[in-house]
């Protein structure tokens, strides 16, 4: 099969296109021919090399966690799937037209959902719902600011903190106040404009993918008791808050939330804005145009 591989740290340009051996489903696995797979942070921040103290690679190495695709083979302790069926996952080494992912993590495809738009789902819908089901575990009537809310990953977790009947704040910068109206939060602040940030009260919870400057003012805003829950690890003014409790999310796969919400984007009730389609082969262009800020998720066609 063909697929990315990268073989040392450095820029876009050491993802390099190549033919590599087909893998093989395991007794309890799925074998996926994919349609597409997509482009996340994760993916160049391992590619540079700037996570490598925290998650090293096994170089080489295919990156990639969106799987959707259609099923080539089934392992032989697997139930539930047969060669033929349109899913979706939340798997590795996605840069590839094959890839194998336990078959507990594999969703079927909602019949009205686009298979190829729906690579843009797995990680950052399963990560924003765990965001907040995990991390801020907030609850009816009470209150959460999600910062980044336009991001894919912020999106995700407005949807799931609406769900669950939370007031939400969708927390942006000023250039985007207009664009975050349309994400679903009961209310918008601009995180970059510190006379705004100055009249919100206190909070119960906050849900962060931006980390940084703005995780650590939005720190100062949760109540006492309150949850500060963060993608990105705790703020660096995390020890000056003992009263706020820091849940720092690293996402599992889970397939029956996957499901969920790939329905409710097939129903329309929710969308990943989708930037550009390109050729699996050209995964280093899309990586750079990723690491640049792109107007969405930016998909690879497999």
């Known amino acids: 099969m063909k697929a990315i591989v990268l073989h040392e740290y450095g820029g876009p340009d050491k993802l390099k296109y190549e033919d590599v051996p087909d893998p093989v489903a395991a007794p309890d696995q799925v074998l996926v021919r994919l349609a597409a797979t997509s482009v996340n942070p994760i993916d160049y921040k391992l590619r540079s090399g700037a996570m490598k103290n925290f998650y090293p690679l096994e170089l080489p190495v295919i990156l990639g966690r969106d799987i959707a695709g259609i099923v080539r083979a089934v392992g032989s302790k697997v139930n539930g799937f047969q060669p033929g ?74 949807w799931m903190a609406k769900k669950a009947g939370a007031i939400v704040i969708a ?69 000056m808050h003992p009263t706020v409790k820091i849940e720092a999310v690293q996402v599992k796969p889970d397939a029956g939330m996957l499901r969920t919400f790939a329905e409710d984007a097939a129903a329309g009730r929710f969308v990943i804005p989708i930037d550009r389609m390109l050729h699996l082969a050209d995964a280093a262009q899309a990586q750079a145009a990723a690491e640049k800020g792109s107007a969405g998720k930016i998909l690879l066609l497999a």
């Open 85 to 158: 069926d349109k899913v979706i996952a939340l798997g590795n080494h996605a840069y590839a037209e094959l890839a194998v992912v336990a078959a507990a993590d594999v969703a079927h495809l909602p019949e009205k959902l686009d298979l190829v738009k729906a690579a843009a789902l797995p990680l950052v819908t399963t990560t924003g719902e765990q965001l907040i089901t995990r991390g801020t575990k907030i609850q009816s009537g009470q209150t959460v600011l999600v910062s980044g809310a336009v991001g894919s990953v912020g999106r995700s977790a407005v």
């Open 171 to 239: 927390g942006v910068r000023k250039s985007q106040l207009k664009e975050a109206e349309a994400v679903g939060a009961d209310h918008v602040l601009a995180l970059d404009d510190d006379a705004a940030l100055a009249k919100l009260g206190f909070i119960d919870a906050v849900a962060d993918t931006v980390g940084g400057e703005t995780a650590q003012k939005l720190l100062s805003k949760v109540k006492q008791g309150g949850v500060f829950a963060s993608v990105l690890g705790p703020p660096a003014n995390a020890s």
